[in-house]
């Protein structure tokens, strides 16, 4: 079992910087994700990264602007967010798997959410 918990979501204007935290409980060999969900849509794939932290993926509209990355010592992942945008405003989640994808399914675990907001 694992247990995530995500901090570091806040209002932020547009063009600003938030980094986003999310502890994981225990010690886990998972590879770690981040999605979001904004008001009336579907969860999105934000980015996600291997175990070793060897190997990254990002969402479309995040690449280049966004960067995971994880310190196992701490058990913690990590997503930077510079150049915010209106449209990234959303709740975002942690999420841990054992397997590597960009889909909903492929995760085991997710934390709670915390809310982004960027205000134009």
């Known amino acids: 079992q694992v247990q995530l918990v995500e901090s570091g979501g806040g209002l932020v204007q547009a063009g600003g910087s938030l980094r986003l935290s999310c502890a994981a409980s225990?010690?886990?060999?998972?590879?770690m994700g981040w999605f979001r969900q904004a008001p009336g849509k579907e969860r999105e794939f934000v980015a996600a990264?291997?175990?070793?932290?060897?190997?990254?993926s990002y969402g479309n509209s995040v690449q280049g602007r966004f960067t995971i990355f994880r310190n196992n010592a701490k058990n913690t992942v990590y997503l930077q967010m510079n150049s915010l945008k209106p449209e990234d405003t959303a709740i975002y989640y942690c999420?841990?798997?054992?397997?590597?994808?960009?889909?909903?399914?492929?995760?085991?675990?997710w934390g709670q959410g915390t809310q982004v907001t960027v205000s134009s």
């Open positions: 990264v291997t175990w070793t932290g060897g190997s990254t």
């Open positions: 225990g010690r886990t060999r998972h590879a």
């Open positions: 999420a841990a798997s054992l397997q590597w994808g960009r889909t909903t399914g492929v995760y085991d675990y």
